[in-house]
C-alpha cells in the first residue's frame, strides 16, 4: 500500500515539484495550500506523514503543528517542517512546536525522501512488543497508548519513541549519539541537539503525572532513565 503524504505550502511551484517527485518514489500524493485546506483533507483522507510548510497564510505552521500534536486524529502522524529558516534557534522553535524533523529549505528531493523514509519506519508500530511499566508509567506500544495515574498522556511519535527505548533500556547512561541510534535510527540529518528538544518535550508531558524526575540528566554524559534518585 502506498504512503500518503500531504503537503501543506501555499506555493503552488513547490507542491507541483514536492508532489511529482513523491508520485515518482511511488507515494500517494495530497496538497492543501493552508491549514484550513489541510484539516479538510486530513479529515477526508488521513495522510501517513505530513510536509509542513512554516510560513502559511492565517495560521503559521509552526501554530498548526501544535494543533496537530493536541488533536487525538493527528497527534501521532509524523511531521516534517519545511522552512528557509536556518538557524539552530528557529530549528528549536520548529521542533518544540511538535514538528518530528525538519528541513532548509532549498533541499534536495534526495534529502527529502530520505527524510520521509526515514520518519515513516520511525512511525511504524511496535506491534510484537509488550506493554512496559515503571512505578505506574504504563507504555503499549501495541496500542500506541501511554497511561499514568489512571489516565492517558499525549505524546507525539518521537516523544513515544523516545520514552519507550528509555523503558526498555533503564539504569544505563546514554550519551545523545546512542540515543539518536537507538530512536531515529540511520537518519544522518538528525543532529545532536534535537535529542535535548525531544527530551524536554517528553519531561514536559511527564510532569503531569510526576514521571519526570525519570529522566535524569548525567553531567557531561548524557541522560539515564531510573526510578532511583
Known amino acids: 500500500m502506498q504512503a500518503k503524504i500531504l503537503i501543506v505550502d501555499d506555493e503552488s511551484a513547490i507542491r507541483q515539484m514536492v508532489c511529482l517527485a513523491l508520485t515518482q518514489a511511488h507515494f500517494h500524493c495530497l496538497e492543501a495550500a493552508d491549514t484550513i485546506e489541510a484539516q479538510s483533507k486530513i479529515l477526508e ?3 501517513d ?3 509542513l510548510d512554516w510560513m502559511l497564510p492565517g495560521q503559521s505552521g509552526v501554530e498548526y503543528a501544535r494543533r496537530l500534536r493536541r488533536e487525538k486524529l493527528t497527534q501521532n502522524i509524523p511531521v516534517i517542517m519545511l522552512t528557509a529558516r536556518a538557524e539552530e534557534e528557529d530549528k528549536v522553535k520548529g521542533l518544540d512546536s511538535g ?36 512505578e505506574g ?7 500506541h497508548r501511554v497511561r499514568a495515574g489512571g489516565r492517558e498522556l499525549e505524546m507525539g511519535p518521537t516523544e513515544f519513541r523516545l520514552l519507550h527505548f528509555f523503558m526498555t533500556h533503564p539504569e544505563r547512561v546514554h550519551t545523545r549519539e546512542r540515543l539518536l541510534d537507538g530512536v531515529w535510527g540511520n537518519n544522518v540529518y538528525v543532529e545532536e541537539r534535537t535529542v535535548d528538544v525531544h527530551i524536554r518535550r517528553l519531561r514536559k508531558i511527564l510532569t503531569t503525572s510526576g514521571h519526570d524526575r525519570l529522566i535524569q540528566t548525567v553531567r557531561g554524559a548524557g541522560y539515564r532513565f531510573s526510578p532511583r534518585s
Open 45 to 47: 483522507d488521513k495522510p
Open 49 to 51: 506523514l505530513i510536509l
Open 99 to 134: 514538528a518530528d524533523d525538519f528541513i532548509t529549505k532549498p533541499f534536495s528531493t534526495r534529502e527529502l525522501l530520505s527524510r520521509i523514509r526515514a520518519n515513516l519506519r520511525r512511525a511504524a508500530p511496535y506491534s510484537l512488543e509488550s506493554l512496559v511499566e515503571v
Open 137 to 143: 508509567l504504563a507504555l503499549d506500544p501495541s496500542t
